[in-house]
Nanobody, 128 residues
Framework: QLQLVESGGGLVQPGGSLRLSCAAS????????FGWFRQAPGKEREGISC????????NYADSVKGRFTISRDNAKNTVYLQMNSLKPEDTAIYFC?????????????????????WGQGTQVTVSS
C-alpha cells in the first residue's frame, strides 16, 4: 500500500530554515513524480514545488522561488523540501503528493489533480 509521511515541520522565526521530509513506502520511488503543496487557514491548497521522476526537472511557485529547494533521494525513499528565508506568510500545513510518471520522466505538475496519493501533512508556523 502506497504511503507518504511528512515530517520536519515546526515553529521557526522569520528568516529561519526548515527541511521537510516525505518518507514513501509501498512503491518504487523512481517511477513517481512528487509535489509539495501547502494550505493556510481559510485559503485554498497551493502547489509550491514539484520534481519529476528522474529528478531532472523541478518547478516552483513564484511565492517560494529562490527560497525553497525540492530534492529526492530514491535510495532513501524520501523527498525533501528545504525551506530558507521563511516568512510569516509561509505558515501553513504542508503536504507531499506522488503519482506515476506514466513514462514521462522529465515533467511534473503543481496542481492537485496531478497527484493521486497524499500524505497527512505537517504544520509549519513562522512567527516571532
Amino acid at each position: 500500500q502506497l504511503q507518504l509521511v511528512e515530517s520536519g515541520g515546526g515553529l521557526v522565526q522569520p528568516g529561519g530554515s526548515l527541511r521537510l521530509s516525505c518518507a514513501a513506502s509501498g512503491f518504487t520511488l523512481r517511477y513517481y513524480a512528487f509535489g509539495w503543496f501547502r494550505q493556510a487557514p481559510g485559503k485554498e491548497r497551493e502547489g509550491i514545488s514539484c520534481i519529476s521522476s528522474s529528478g531532472a526537472r523541478t518547478n516552483y511557485a513564484d511565492s517560494v522561488k529562490g527560497r525553497f529547494t525540492i530534492s529526492r533521494d530514491n535510495a532513501k525513499n524520501t523527498v525533501y523540501l528545504q525551506m530558507n528565508s521563511l516568512k510569516p506568510e509561509d505558515t501553513a500545513i504542508y503536504f507531499c503528493a506522488a503519482d506515476l510518471d506514466y513514462g514521462i520522466q522529465t515533467m511534473c505538475g503543481m496542481t492537485s489533480g496531478d497527484f493521486g496519493s497524499w500524505g497527512q501533512g505537517t504544520q509549519v508556523t513562522v512567527s516571532s
